[in-house]
């Protein structure tokens, strides 16, 4: 059984930054993909990225280059850095881990955090 837990999230005015944060606890955390999903109001959840087992990373179009995925085996870490943030980013953040791959299909992962919250103001 896997724990997760985000942090990190906040206010922040357009434009800024923000990096959330995501512990692991049991498992063996070097082997789960992670992936990071969010979901606005009146919206369904969508994927943000992941991160497979190995590094390899994966980004929605709309956040490559301005998100950046990477992760900490040594700590059970996963963070997502996110940049040049806009309104429509505000959401609530998941954070959700699956064996091995990072998928971007929310149904390939059987753990999920309870998410927090990032608002971007205009």
């Known amino acids: 059984q896997v724990q997760l837990v985000e942090s990190g999230g906040g206010l922040v005015q357009a434009g800024g930054s923000l990096r959330l944060s995501c512990a692991a606890s049991?498992?063996?955390?070097?082997?789960?993909?992670m992936g990071w999903f969010r979901q606005a109001p009146g919206k369904e959840r969508e994927f943000v990225g992941s991160?497979?087992?190995?590094?390899?990373?994966n980004y929605a179009s709309s956040m490559k280059g301005r998100f950046t995925i990477s992760r900490d085996n040594a700590k059970n870490m996963v963070y997502l850095q996110m940049n040049s943030l806009k309104a429509e980013d505000t959401a609530v953040y998941y954070c959700?881990?699956?064996?091995?791959?990072?998928?971007?299909?929310?149904?390939?992962?059987?753990?999920w955090g309870q998410g927090t919250q990032v608002t971007v103001s205009s």
């Open positions: 049991g498992g063996t955390f070097s082997t789960y993909g």
């Open positions: 959700a881990a699956a064996p091995y791959s990072g998928s971007y299909k929310e149904y390939d992962y059987g753990y």
């Open positions: 991160i497979n087992w190995s590094g390899s990373t």
